[in-house]
C-alpha cells in the first residue's frame, strides 16, 4: 500500500506527455494533471506485463476461444459508453490475463472475434461492479449479456446479511471503496485525476481520442486493467462471506441491471418487488450460535400467514420476511414477547423503519373477529378449489362488493378478499383456482373490486398473472385515486401530481376512522366515497381504472399509458376548477354557470363538459390555452359580479389549501348499508360456507 500511496502523490519533477488522440484542453486541467512515474512502480508494471490491446479480429478470436474452453467467470468493464459504439471492453480472466478489446476501432470484434459469444455465453459468468451502464452500451451495440455476477449488487446483499441494511435504498459503493474494504490495492488513477483524464482523452474534433488514437499510453492501460483486476479476488471474498442462503439474491439482483437494459418497466417492478419484500421485513442479530432455521421458524409459528427466513449461521443474523407491513410492525413490538426464548443478546430491528404516521393493526385487539380469523386461518389457507367455487358462487349470487387485496411473495401471487365480515378469504393464484375455484369468474364479474391501490408491485404481478390465464379483471374502485379525487373536485388539485396517503392520511382527509381491520376500513370507505362522489366523475375513476388496469396487465402497455396521459392532459391540462365562496345554492350555481358560458362566449371558446359539484365546478375545456384564457376572463367578471369564486387550475398543485372541516360521516348509515350486504351473503349461504 506504500507504493500506492507513493503513486498518488503529484511528482514536481515530472512533465505532461501528450495523450495521443487530444488536442484541446484547457491550461487549468493541464496544471491539475501530473503524470505518473509508472516505469519506477512494480505494482503498475506488473499490471501492465498482463495486458493485451486487441484490435485484430484473429487476435480476438484466440483469446475468446482460450476463456471459452476454460469455462471459467471473466471480469469485465467497459470504457467509452457515451454515444456510439463502446470504446473499449476490458476482459481479465481467471489466469489474470487482461484483455483490452478496443471495439470503438474495430467494432468487429464483437462478431467476427467472438466477444459477443463471450459476453453472451450462459456458461461464463461476467463479474463486474457497477454494471448498469455497460449492459445499456452493450445492449446499444446488439450484445445480450447475460450471467452477470454484479459486485456492487452482491456488497450490499452482504451488508443486507450482515447488518439488515435495505438492498433497495441503500448508496452503492465505489470500486475502490469495495477494493478497500477488502484490503486490495486500489486503482491510483481513479481519485487523483477526477475525470480530467478522461477530458484529455474523449475530446477531439467530436470524435472519441480512445477510439482514433493509434496506441493508447501506458497510464490508460493501466487505468483501464486495474478496473478488472482485482475482480476475481473480490467475487472470491464475497461468495465466501454471503450465505448460501442469501446467494441467490446476488444473481435475481445482477439479473435486473441487464433486464433494464432490455425491458425498463420490466426491472422497475423487479424493483418494487425487491422494496415491498423489505416493507415486510425484520433483521435478526446476535442470534445464539446453536439456533437453525427450523427452529426459527418453530418460533415464528403463532404468527399468522407467509414467512420467509434467510438465515446466515456464520454471522448469527436472519432476514425474515412476513405476509404484509401490518403483521412485521406488529411482530417487532412484540419482540420482547415472542423473541425472549433466544436470549438477551439478540436484537430485533426493522429493515424499513416505522413511522409515526403508519397505521398498524394490533392483532391482539379485534374481538370477535380478530378470534374467527385465527380459528378459521389453517382452513382458509387449505382452501381447495371446489371450496372456493362455493364461496365464489356464493357471493356472485349476493351480488354485493368485496375489497380484494393482492399479496406478492417470493414463491407466488395471491388475492385476499374480504366480504364485510371475517374471516377473509386467501387465494393462491394459479390456474386450477382460476378455472376450477372460479376466481377467474369473480373477478372478470360486474361485482364491484374494492382495492386500496393499483399502481403498486403487488397489484401488477397478479394482473400479468392472471391476464395469461385469460382473465380480465373488471368493474374494480380503486380507493386510492377515489380520495385524491374528492381534493381534485374540492379544491381543484391535480388528481396526478398528489401525494398517495396512508390508511392513517386518508381516514383522517374522510374523516372516517378505522375501528377494526385495514381491509374494513377500506370496505367502510367504499360505502362512504360511492354516496359522497358525484356519478358524473365515478365514471371518470372507472375509465382511469381500466387504464391503469390495461398497464399492469403488460399488454400493450404503452397503448394504455399513452391512453393515461390523455387522461392526464384532459383533466389537469385542459380544465378550470371553480370555488364558490359563502353560502350556496342552487341559484348561485346557476348563475356561476351563465357566468362561465357567457365568458366562453367572449371568447369565442368552446366547452367540452361542465360538471357540477354543488359548491365547485370544473369546465373542460379543448387546450390549455384555453384554460388560461377563460381563468383570465372569469377573474376578471369575479370583481363586478355578485358571485363570489376563486379560480384554478388542476394542473398546478397547490402547496397550501384551506379546507374547511368535512361533513361527520354518518356511521349509522354505513354501518346499516354493511349489515344489508352482509344480510343477503347470509341469504346466499356465503357465512355458513366460511365457517
Known sequence: MLILRLLAMTRPSTTIRHLRGVKSISRQDKAQYKKIDIA????????????????????????????????????????????????????????????????????????EGGLARLLQSPEVMKIMHGSTIDCLSAYKDGVKLWNLYDTSVAFKVLQYQLHGTSIYSSNQIGFNGLCRHFGLPENPLKDTFKNILW??????????????????????????????????QIH????????????????QLSEVEIIRA???????????SLKNMEVCNMFLSHLPSSLTPPDLYTLLSHMPGHKHIYFSHNQGTANIILDSREEVVAAFNSFNEWG??????????????????????????????????????????????????EIIDNILEAKCPVVTDFHLYPDCSAVEIYVGVQPSIKLVITQEMVEVGGLGKLLSSN???????????NVYSALKLLNSFGVEMRNVFEINTAVKSLEYMEHGQSLFKQESRSVQGMSRSLGLTMSTSRLHWHYMAYLHLVEVIPEQFREI????????????????????????????????????????????????QSKLKELVMTALLSKDLVMVEYMDMGRCAIVQLRSS??????????????QSSDLRFSVSSPQVLKTVVEKPARPVVDMNALELRMKKNVAKLRSSGLTDNLR
Open 40 to 111: 519506477s512502480s512494480p505494482v503498475c508494471q506488473e499490471v501492465l506485463n498482463r495486458v493485451q490491446v486487441v484490435t485484430e479480429v484473429s487476435e480476438s478470436k484466440d483469446i475468446v476461444e482460450n476463456i471459452l474452453a476454460m469455462g471459467q467467470p471473466i471480469a469485465v468493464d467497459m470504457e467509452g459508453l457515451e454515444g456510439g459504439m463502446t470504446s473499449m471492453v476490458q476482459v481479465c480472466d481467471v489466469e489474470r490475463n487482461i484483455s483490452l478489446f478496443r471495439t470503438g476501432t474495430n467494432s468487429n470484434l464483437y462478431w
Open 199 to 232: 477530458k484529455m482523452i474523449i475530446t477531439k474534433n467530436g470524435k472519441r481520442g480512445l477510439d482514433t488514437a493509434k496506441v493508447l499510453d501506458d497510464e490508460l492501460l493501466l487505468y483501464c486493467a486495474w478496473d478488472v483486476d482485482p475482480l476475481h
Open 236 to 251: 472470491q471474498m464475497l461468495c465466501s462471506t454471503i450465505s448460501p442462503s442469501y446467494s441467490h439474491l446476488v444473481m
Open 262 to 272: 432490455i425491458d425498463s418497466d420490466l426491472a422497475k417492478r423487479k424493483r418494487n
Open 340 to 389: 425472549s426464548k433466544l436470549g438477551d443478546e439478540v436484537k430485533c430491528k426493522l429493515v424499513v423503519e416505522a413511522h409515526a404516521n403508519e397505521v398498524v393493526e394490533n392483532p391482539n385487539e379485534g374481538g370477535e373477529d380478530t378470534e374467527k380469523e385465527a380459528i378459521n386461518k389453517d382452513a382458509r389457507e387449505s382452501i381447495d378449489p371446489i371450496k372456493c367455487q
Open 447 to 457: 361485482i364491484v373490486k374494492v382495492v386500496p391501490r393499483l399502481d403498486s408491485a
Open 541 to 588: 375513476l372507472a375509465e382511469l381504472t381500466v387504464v391503469e388496469i390495461g398497464v399492469g396487465t403488460f399488454v400493450d402497455s404503452s397503448g394504455f399509458k399513452s391512453k393515461r396521459r390523455n387522461i392526464k392532459t384532459r383533466l389537469d391540462g385542459c380544465c378550470v376548477h371553480l370555488r364558490l365562496t359563502g353560502g350556496v345554492d342552487k341559484v348561485k
Open 625 to 638: 390555452q384555453a384554460v388560461r384564457t377563460v381563468m383570465e376572463e372569469l377573474e376578471t367578471r369575479e
